[in-house]
């Protein structure tokens, strides 16, 4: 409970543009391709799609969100590796927010998503400055549903992975462009529950006294 109770805390927390909260998590995606060409739209007719795909592999795609003005990026890596996360943790601190002193990162508790992975990938001095700038806030085993990027995956999959695509180039191109859109949308994301409704509704995990 006290996991649950720290991510609720951390999400009624006021903005502060010094000091945002991001919220991170990845989702494991297979690239197809085609076997044959689909048929186009025309006047008239609908596209038409062969249910016969060829597997080209899979690839795992990072989402970071910052709930409190609704900005989401996404971006596709070959592999879900500690590297892969440290890299994407190294974009995070030193492309999306390089002048801010700390972030805020809410994620679960993945064993790639650990500090350690930071000294793994870079130079010590360089891991121990980003670690410096990273306050990391874990959702409790089984809470993934207070990962707010999950919601944001969700939105992802319905909007731009309902469709066969067969590689980490195209892809990215896709994510990408939806990228833009979610950047350009600044829609935050009305996060409603609090600790005190998780101590109502949720009462039976609570101990008794």
């Known amino acids: 409970m006290a996991r649950m109770e720290d991510i609720l805390d951390v999400y009624q927390l006021p903005y502060d543009a010094q000091c945002p909260v991001v919220c991170m998590d990845e989702k494991p995606y297979q690239l197809l391709a085609d076997v044959r060409e689909p048929t186009p739209l025309s006047p008239g007719k609908v596209r038409k799609i062969d249910s016969e ?73 360089h891991a121990r400055t980003l670690v410096r700038r990273l306050e990391v ?11 707010i990027a999950e919601i944001q995956i969700s939105v992802l999959t319905r909007q731009s992975l309902c469709r066969r695509i067969p590689d980490v180039d195209l892809l990215n191109r896709e994510l990408s462009c939806w990228n833009h859109d979610h950047v350009t949308s600044d829609k935050p994301v009305p996060w409603r529950f609090t600790t005190v409704d998780a101590r109502i509704i949720l009462a039976r995990l609570y101990p008794s006294f």
């Open 53 to 125: 795909y060829e597997r080209k592999g899979t690839c795992s795609i990072f989402v970071f969100t910052e709930p409190l003005v609704g900005q989401t990026y996404a971006h596709a890596r070959d592999r879900r590796t500690k590297i892969d996360w440290a890299g994407e943790i190294r974009w995070l601190l030193e492309e999306r927010y390089p002048s801010v002193p700390k972030v805020l990162l809410v994620m679960d508790n993945l064993n790639t998503h650990v500090i350690s992975a930071l000294y793994e990938a870079f130079p010590a001095a």
């Open 137 to 147: 806030h874990y959702t409790p085993k089984h809470g993934s549903w207070l990962n």
